[in-house]
């Protein structure tokens, strides 16, 4: 999917999509050290406001989608991470400051 707004900057992106119900948060999985932001889009997961984001591993220029939205009420008690393959793509959840978040990527 095209980026709703392509930029690096976190506050940029952030600003960008002010109509989530949660701020976007910098992963400590994902440090700026080793993945640039490239931009962002809002997206509807399972009915949920969401962002999707695009990530650019800098040594290796491969691009990651990192979704995060605020933890549904009806996964609440979700902890540790789930890890699942499909189709050749690898998907892996976890909870974050209050947050589901997601990655998604060829592996």
């Given at each position: 999917?095209?980026?709703?707004?392509?930029?690096?900057?976190?506050?940029?992106?952030?600003?960008?999509?002010?109509?989530?119900?949660?701020?976007?948060?910098?992963?400590?999985?994902?440090?700026?050290?080793?993945?640039?932001?490239?931009?962002?889009?809002?997206?509807?997961?399972?009915?949920?406001?969401?962002?999707?984001?695009?990530?650019?591993?800098?040594?290796?220029?491969?691009?990651?989608?990192?979704?995060?939205?605020?933890?549904?009420?009806?996964?609440?008690?979700?902890?540790?991470?789930?890890?699942?393959?499909?189709?050749?793509?690898?998907?892996?959840?976890?909870?974050?400051?209050?947050?589901l978040l997601g990655i998604v990527g060829d592996e």
């Amino acid at each position: 999917m095209v980026m709703e707004i392509e930029s690096p900057s976190t506050d940029e992106v952030r600003a960008y999509l002010s109509k989530l119900d949660f701020p976007l948060i910098e992963s400590e999985r994902f440090p700026s050290a080793d993945w640039e932001l490239v931009g962002g889009r809002y997206c509807s997961l399972k009915g949920h406001i969401a962002a999707q984001l695009r990530l650019r591993e800098r040594s290796t220029g491969k691009t990651a989608t990192f979704y995060q939205l605020l933890m549904p009420n009806e996964i609440a008690n979700f902890e540790g991470t789930f890890e699942e393959f499909d189709q050749g793509v690898k998907v892996k959840l976890w909870q974050e400051r209050g947050l589901l978040l997601g990655i998604v990527g060829d592996e």
